[in-house]
């Protein structure tokens, strides 16, 4: 057994060994006719003249652009950086040969500016570097095809239209065309209805909904001949998620403070502050906004909700100040107007719920005042009774000084403790009675402008905190319907 597997061996290890040297002669052989052709088909060639056997005919260019991926997208200068792979294709009548004569060799790889090439630019661009495209290989084939690949950083001026950032749609075009042929010279025809985007890097900020490409021939004013390109449009949609979160919703929430400036107490002193607060937030937002966008007419969608939020909280803040005015006035002001008590005080404030201490929807504050009222001047009243009593009783006694000094001495011992011994002081004590009374009569009086002057400013509070709770809920409806609009662009 071990005998026979000799053999095989050796015989296996050289036929290994006669394949080996076959494919080196191969590879030899295809170097030595590579060589030789290069040499026989550049012997005579010049890569400055167009390349076809009749210079009546025009040559045919084939352009295949490949999207791989986008680099930025400048809004505000309205750039387009792009990573392009740029195909062309030609015949060229003078690098032709026979296969067969050169051991099967049917392609061969050079440098690119070894050949003619089309001038073929991009027409829109807006790079300040103008440097030559990169020289890369050709692939030139046996029948005078060539195809040229080459990698490209294309900078290209976009008409941006920011009217619903951040929900926004772009259209971008690349235009490329020949910068010195006609199209009775050089023709582009286009390889596909579109660009290619099967190899294309998705984009964090940007979503691809395609590429269309339109070939258009133009005669310009300068010349009598047409000039073909072909415009690649290229159909951005941005993905909104990033301004959503940070520029949006902060937004949002900031807007719905400036209804609950309203429902902050009045003598807490915070009220104007807060409304001037989240106006200084919302401009800090504006202006990264307007850092980002082009200086046009064109005022972006998110820009119209921060210039609305923005004032309806400077409305929100004068309508404090004025509210705050109201919610202080003290004696010198008016009487609240009867169509306010009506309006205000009887129907909005059942309305919003608005209530004093003590108060609720079964007892309203304008019965309860009513009552109050009468019950001090009952009390008033009989006390006024009293005195009266007091003063006519001491007035037909006046004649009859021991009756008096009686009674005097009983009542002002009752009273005030205070002891006549004659009729002198009897009359004296009298005396100092009566302006014992006028003294109780001005601090009575005293008393009850004060408490008037009390009450007229409660109700001018009371006016103030129904306003207060009115545009509260105003502004809350306001907020929520502006904020409900701009989300529901995002959906």
Request: aromatic residues 12%.
């Amino acid at each position: 057994m071990k005998r026979n597997s000799l053999p095989f061996c050796c015989c296996f290890s050289l036929w290994l060994v006669f394949t080996a040297v076959i494919l080196q002669g191969v590879e030899s052989a295809q170097g030595k006719y590579a060589q030789m052709l290069f040499s026989e088909l550049f012997e005579d060639y010049s890569n400055a003249l167009r390349p076809v056997e009749d210079t009546d005919k025009a040559l045919n260019v084939t352009l295949q652009i490949t999207l791989s991926q986008i680099k930025d997208m400048d809004e505000r200068n309205q750039i387009l950086t792009a990573y392009l792979w740029i195909r062309q294709s030609w015949y060229d009548a003078y690098l032709k040969w026979d296969k067969d004569e050169y051991d099967g060799l049917d392609s061969i790889r050079i440098p690119s500016n070894l050949v003619w090439r089309p001038d073929i630019v991009l027409y829109n661009k807006a790079d300040d570097d103008f440097s030559e495209p990169v020289n890369t290989n050709v692939v030139l084939r046996y029948d005078g095809k060539i195809t040229w690949d080459a990698p490209a950083i294309t900078k290209s001026s976009c008409v941006v239209d920011v009217s619903y950032f951040p929900f926004d749609d772009q259209q971008c075009n690349l235009t490329f065309g020949s910068w010195t042929y006609n199209g009775n010279q050089v023709d582009i025809i286009n390889a596909l209805d579109s660009g290619d985007l099967s190899d294309f890097i998705e984009d964090v900020e940007w979503e691809i909904h395609g590429m269309p490409a339109v070939k258009n021939v133009i005669t310009y004013g300068c010349c009598s001949e047409p000039y073909p390109d072909i415009t690649f449009t290229l159909i951005l949609k941005r993905r909104s998620s990033f301004y959503i979160f940070n520029l949006l919703l902060p937004c949002v929430l900031i807007s719905f403070l400036a209804p609950l400036g309203f429902y902050l107490p009045a003598d807490s002193g915070e009220k104007v502050s807060l409304g001037v607060t989240v106006l200084l937030a919302l401009t800090v937002f504006q202006l990264m906004v307007a850092e980002s966008m082009p200086p046009s007419e064109n005022v972006p969608l998110i820009g119209k909700y921060y210039i609305a939020t923005m004032t309806m909280i400077t409305a929100s803040t004068a309508l404090t100040i004025i509210i705050m005015n109201i919610h202080h006035c003290g004696a010198e002001a008016q009487p609240v107007p009867q169509w306010a008590r009506v309006v205000i005080l009887d129907y909005m404030s059942k309305i919003f719920f608005v209530y004093d201490v003590g108060e609720n929807c079964t007892s309203p504050q304008r019965a309860k005042a009513e009552e109050h009222k009468l019950r001090e001047d009952f009390k008033y009243q009989k006390k006024q009774d009293r005195h009266r009593v007091v003063t006519s009783q001491l007035s037909r006694n006046r004649n009859n000084d021991t009756d008096l000094k009686k009674k005097l001495n009983v009542h002002l011992n009752n009273s005030n403790g205070i002891q006549c011994e004659n009729a002198e002081d009897a009359v004296n004590c009298c005396s100092c009675y009566k302006v014992l009374i006028k003294n109780i009569e001005y601090i009575a009086n005293c008393v009850r402008d004060h408490k008037a002057n009390r009450a007229k400013g409660i109700e001018w509070k009371k006016v103030a905190k129904v306003m207060d709770r009115f545009f509260m809920w105003i502004f809350f409806i306001m907020v929520f319907f502006m904020s409900f609009l701009i989300i529901g662009k995002a959906i």
